[in-house]
């Protein structure tokens, strides 16, 4: 099993920047990619996949977000990290680490922490 707790979330103003961090415990050594998803508010929506960075280093951001956020991982302290900059109201969700792992059941996720972006 692995164990992800996430911090760093909180209130914070239009065009401000925020910084999550979320460090893996447990079954690290099985753990592939690492990433962020994040649930926005409104009834029905979806989590949606914001950025994952591989063993390897590769990143993937969506679009929304691209040129304001970037992912990052210390790979010797298990520790994955989501810098969010020039944040807008529409960044506000839960944001939530997630790993993919060769250990069933091969994805395993954080609690979630609440970021709000508003004045």
């Known amino acids: 099993q692995v164990h992800l707790v996430e911090s760093g979330g909180g209130l914070v103003q239009p065009g401000g920047s925020l910084k999550l961090s979320c460090a893996a415990s447990?079954?690290?050594?099985?753990?592939?990619?690492m990433g962020w998803y994040r649930q926005l508010q409104a009834p029905g929506d979806q989590r949606e996949l914001v950025a994952a960075i591989t063993s390897s280093g590769f990143t993937n951001i969506i679009p929304s977000v691209k040129g304001r956020f970037s992912i990052s991982r210390d790979f010797a302290n298990n520790t994955v990290y989501l810098q969010m900059n020039m944040v807008k109201p529409e960044d506000t969700a839960v944001y939530y680490c997630w790993c993919s792992s060769s250990e069933k059941p091969n994805e395993f996720w954080g609690q979630g922490t609440q970021v709000t972006v508003s004045s």
């Open positions: 447990g079954s690290v050594h099985n753990i592939n990619a």
